[in-house]
């Protein structure tokens, strides 16, 4: 059966977030649900990568150059996507991610933690069965070790992606599907799952805790949740 990746079809408030919520007026930030459509375009986006990465057996010559490679950064940026939506992690942090982060032994983790560069404190993150398929496919074909970085750079300056060829790559999934990248961008990704717990749990607490922030208040302005929202939330949970 051809991995079809993390489905993000019926997510209505993720990656259609705009890339800052200071951006949506703050009338429409309880009603603020994103575009439906979009995650039905991106659902067909990146299930054509995932089958082009499990119907295509990439040997050395077996290809063209430019194809070859084509094929590879497909096979990257499905392992990309997906870590992207279960870590819930900044740019910063999911660029820098080691294989020795995810992984034990030559297992992919159905969790991990890592120490965010912002706030200096560790932070853990889920690993779903197809995001650890999806990486465990990259790991192989790109032959990784554990101290190297998941998503190495060919740039000698460093030694993994930067956070603006990562934002760059965003731009490009969010053009593929006929969005806007002035409207979406990698805070998209990072708000993705959070956004999906919330609207299905409203239990802010839990939601601070996965994306790593260190108050409420900050949890409450990156979801675009209303001040009202929030305590009205709270008037009708019993200690």
């Not at 050395?60 to 940026?77: E, F, P």
């Not at 900044?90 to 032994?105: A, E, F, G, N, P």
């Amino acid at each position: 059966m051809p991995y079809s990746g993390p489905d993000v079809t019926n997510l209505s408030v993720s990656f259609g977030g705009a890339k800052s919520h200071n951006s949506i007026p703050a009338s429409n930030r309880r009603n603020h649900n994103g575009h439906p459509k979009s995650y039905q375009k991106f659902k067909a986006l990146e299930q054509g990568q995932a089958d082009r990465s499990e119907t295509t057996t990439i040997t050395q010559g077996n290809l063209g150059d430019s194809y070859q490679a084509s094929i590879i950064k497909k096979i990257r940026d499905l392992a990309l996507f997906n870590l992207a939506i279960d870590s819930k992690l900044r740019s910063s942090d999911l660029v820098k991610i080691r294989v020795r982060d995810v992984t034990h032994s030559a297992t992919v983790s159905r969790r991990a933690m890592v120490v965010q560069q912002k706030t200096k404190l560790p932070v853990q993150f889920e690993i779903t069965e197809q995001t650890r398929d999806s990486i465990s496919n990259w790991i192989n074909l790109a032959e990784l070790m554990s101290d190297d970085y998941l998503f190495k750079s060919r740039n000698r300056v460093s030694n993994h992606i930067s956070t603006r060829q990562y934002s760059r790559i965003v731009d490009i999934w969010v053009k593929s599907i006929g969005l806007d990248p002035a409207e979406y961008g990698t805070h998209s990704m990072r708000r993705t799952k959070a956004s999906l717990i919330y609207r299905r749990t409203k239990n802010l607490r839990a939601i601070q805790i996965l994306l790593g922030h260190t108050k409420m208040e900050s949890t409450v302005r990156y979801l675009g949740i209303e001040v009202d929202d929030a305590l009205e939330m709270a008037e009708q949970t019993e200690a």
